[in-house]
């Protein structure tokens, strides 16, 4: 069957099926219980034949509300304060599927208003927004991140969202483009946001223009939130508590599973986050060209919560378990 099912997926994408040995990228819509979803599919030649990644976009079910994606109430009110700056650069970051886009598109929608000219280059676009410039980039004829943010610059625009920064040409226009007030928001590949600071040193750009341009970086991850239907609480070993600073009195659930959540115990998704406002000291320190480690240990001693820190909170609040926590996050170094 499986030749079939690919080869028919490819009529829907309107891919070539006589080609079995390049990869090939492409799109379809489908409309399943009168709802549009969107797929975006990729085939990959194996040497058991061809694999096919469909990637599932429900536009209904898209919170485009930074209000309702999960953020804990301080990091939320900071968020919403430096995306109503004039102009600078924000930077959201984390690896594929860890929800950037969305949270991108939430912040546009939170800054929007019609007098506002806002103009997003993606690629390809995910979610049509009403009211915004939308532009989907096509490499086949040259249209790529860095020659259609050069045109845009002539638009007028007061808010410019680039779908990612790949290399310097992209990196370069943004941050030029957040020198000459407008707002830039954008995302990147990295795992910290302290690690996206020296990433962006490290594609070439200069340190002063990274020093005046950021205004914050905002890193996130994904986890799976307990089924408030079947969710039991459970007495944590000592010794586990205490390797992760669990306070004793914090009422701790595990995931059971039922009908409503499939059996899995777990049902919807919520967001860890680790945002990293650039202030006086850290502006410094990244003028300096200064390590990750180096600013990342100067940004808690200021105040900010790492990833495994915002994903304890929400273990201690019933929100999600311990094991999901540690899967998507790393160790955090001894202040």
């Known amino acids: 069957m499986h030749p079939f099912v690919v080869s028919r997926i490819k009529v829907m994408c309107n891919l070539n099926i006589a080609e079995h040995r390049l990869p090939q990228e492409g799109r379809f819509r489908s409309t399943i219980l009168d709802r549009n979803i969107d797929f975006r599919v990729s085939v990959l030649p194996s040497s058991m034949g061809e694999k096919c990644a469909l990637r599932i976009l429900d536009k209904t079910t898209a919170l485009l509300d930074l209000d309702l994606l999960g953020f804990e109430g301080d990091v939320l009110k900071q968020v919403k304060e430096d995306s109503l700056k004039p102009h600078g650069l924000i930077l959201v970051c984390g690896p594929t599927g860890s929800g950037k886009t969305t949270t991108l598109y939430a912040a546009i929608s939170h800054v929007y208003t019609p007098e506002k000219n806002i103009i997003t280059v993606e690629d390809p676009i995910e979610y049509q927004l009403k009211g915004i410039n ?183 609040k019933g929100i999600t378990t311990l094991e999901e926590v540690l899967k998507v996050t790393g160790p955090d170094e001894p202040l």
């Open 134 to 316: 939308q532009v989907s980039i096509n490499p086949q004829i040259n249209l790529t991140f860095a020659s259609c943010l050069r045109s845009i610059l002539r638009q007028d625009p007061d808010i410019i969202m680039i779908g990612e920064i790949r290399d310097f040409d992209t990196a370069d226009i943004a941050i030029k483009a957040a020198l000459t007030g407008h707002l830039v928001l954008s995302t990147l590949h990295t795992t910290t946001s302290p690690g996206s600071v020296t990433r962006l040193l490290n594609m070439g750009i200069e340190p002063f223009l990274l020093s005046s341009t950021l205004i914050g970086v905002l890193t996130q991850r994904l986890v799976r939130t307990l089924c408030n239907k079947c969710k039991e609480e459970y007495k944590m070993p000592e010794a586990i508590r205490e390797k992760y600073s669990i306070a004793k009195d914090a009422k701790l659930y595990k995931a059971k599973g039922c009908n409503s959540c499939q059996n899995a115990g777990y049902k919807g998704r919520t967001v860890l986050c680790e945002y990293l406002p650039v202030g006086l000291k850290i502006r410094a320190l990244v003028n300096g060209s200064a390590s990750e480690h180096v600013i990342k240990r100067e940004a808690r001693i200021l105040g900010m919560r790492t990833l495994r820190e915002d994903g304890l909170i929400k273990v201690t």
